[in-house]
């Protein structure tokens, strides 16, 4: 048997619940979903805001497992805004170990407009959060970027 799995941004423009429905007439069997915090773009949800009780629920429902949460990048502009992006990634991991989702998608700072270490900074504090965890944190990079 062959487990395909779309990414919910194929259905950006539709609510969570419609991508997943949208995803299981498709014939997927799970989705990536795009769960990016508000300080970058509200798609599919914060995690800060959804009960994994009811995540679990609406995939379920349609018969549905998570992949991955996807939750963007973690920007560098400010401490600010690393600090809450930092504190986005650690939720979005506590999800995902509680769905039972073993990857959390993560990128980094726009390397020409942005600093990298305060990133690594945020990685440091980060990977000592996934020992004992089946969640690997995987980081995404595009183009030219990394």
């Known amino acids: 048997m062959i487990k395909l799995a779309s990414s919910t941004i194929c259905w950006a423009r539709d609510t969570f619940p419609v991508a997943l429905d949208k995803a299981r007439a498709a014939g997927f069997d799970a989705v990536e979903g795009m769960f990016f915090p508000r300080e970058v773009y509200p ?7 959804i009960q994994p009780a009811e995540l679990r629920r609406q995939l379920a429902e349609r018969g549905l497992t998570l992949a991955a949460v996807h939750i963007a990048a973690i920007m560098t502009p400010t401490e600010q805004k690393r600090r809450a992006l930092t504190d986005y990634c650690l939720r ?27 990133f690594l900074r945020s990685l440091e504090e980060i990977v000592p959060r996934l020992e004992g965890l089946p969640v690997r944190l995987a980081l995404e990079n595009h183009y030219g970027n990394w």
Do not use: K, N, W, Y
């Not at 798609?43 to 805001?49: A, I, W």
């Open 43 to 49: 798609f599919h949800g914060d995690l800060r805001e």
């Open 92 to 118: 979005a991991i506590e999800v995902a170990a509680e769905l039972g989702c073993r990857t959390v998608v993560d990128g980094g700072p726009d390397r020409a407009s942005e600093p990298f270490q305060p």
